[in-house]
């Protein structure tokens, strides 16, 4: 039982280029979301998915895309990175759709770094 | 506005002595808070939470965590520290967004465990 698994675990970017992280769970949880971490910011929601099927806004959305290809797999997809975009992003899925009062669990996260 | 404070960037403690990790709240209606714990180049783990009921909530290994429903705070403590104990901890909560619900995290607090 792997858990949260991510893809790739480290990448570099130019400005301009595209790239897809990507991230699957073997737990069947129905939501997954993507988040990215800044020193003394926290985490910071970019998009979820409540259900198979179905995708959402979060905090700060600009700037990425995202597909929820199965249940399993929900891939973040940066169009034309910026270097404002470096930072380490995480996946977690939980239990119940609406995200209600369960916890999150998190993959080990990619760390992302835009020249 | 909904959010989450942890007032504190880093804590410092010796082995052995007891330690509180603090966190503040704003929520409407009744409030569902976490904390996670997160080892460096690692993904947050689930510590524990408090739904409703007893306000002093047990978690993973030997941390423990006390609602104040007056004073609004949930802070995380645990009587005799470790030295492996440190890591970076946020306090989190779950607040209604849009048709869904989401976790709102903490900036993070800093433990240090010296032996």
């Known amino acids: 039982n792997a858990g949260v698994t991510q893809t790739p675990k480290f990448q570099v970017l130019k400005t301009g280029q595209s790239m897809t992280l990507q991230c699957a769970q073997d737990?069947?949880?129905?939501?997954m979301y993507w988040y990215r971490q800044d020193p003394g910011m926290g985490l910071r929601l970019i998009y979820y998915?409540?259900?198979?099927?179905?995708?959402d806004k979060g905090e700060v959305p600009n700037g990425y895309n995202v597909s929820r290809l199965n249940k399993r797999e929900f891939s973040l997809r940066l169009e034309s990175a910026a270097p404002s975009q470096t930072s380490v992003y995480f996946c977690?899925?939980?239990?119940?759709?609406?995200?209600?009062?369960?916890?999150?669990?998190f993959g080990p996260g990619t760390r992302l770094t835009v020249l | 506005a909904q959010s989450v404070a942890q007032p504190e960037d880093q804590v410092n403690v010796a082995e052995g002595n007891p330690l509180t990790v603090k966190c503040t709240y704003s929520?409407?209606?009744?409030?569902?808070l976490f904390w996670y714990v997160q080892y460096p180049n690692r993904g947050l783990q689930f510590l524990l939470k408090?739904?409703?009921?007893?306000?002093l909530v047990k978690g993973s290994y030997g941390f423990e965590a006390e609602f104040n429903k007056s004073q609004t705070s949930f802070h995380l403590k645990k009587p005799s520290a470790l030295v492996s104990d440190s890591a970076l901890y946020f306090c989190?909560?779950?607040?209604?967004?849009?048709?869904?619900?989401?976790?709102?995290f903490g900036s993070g607090t800093r433990l240090s465990i010296r032996p």
């Open positions: 977690a899925s939980s239990e119940v759709a609406s995200g209600s009062y369960n916890e999150q669990f």
């Open positions: 737990m069947n949880h129905n939501s």
């Open positions: 998915s409540a259900s198979e099927g179905t995708t």
């Open positions: 929520v409407s209606g009744n409030p569902y």
């Open positions: 408090y739904i409703t009921g007893d306000n």
């Open positions: 989190a909560v779950r607040v209604a967004y849009s048709s869904a619900s989401k976790i709102i």
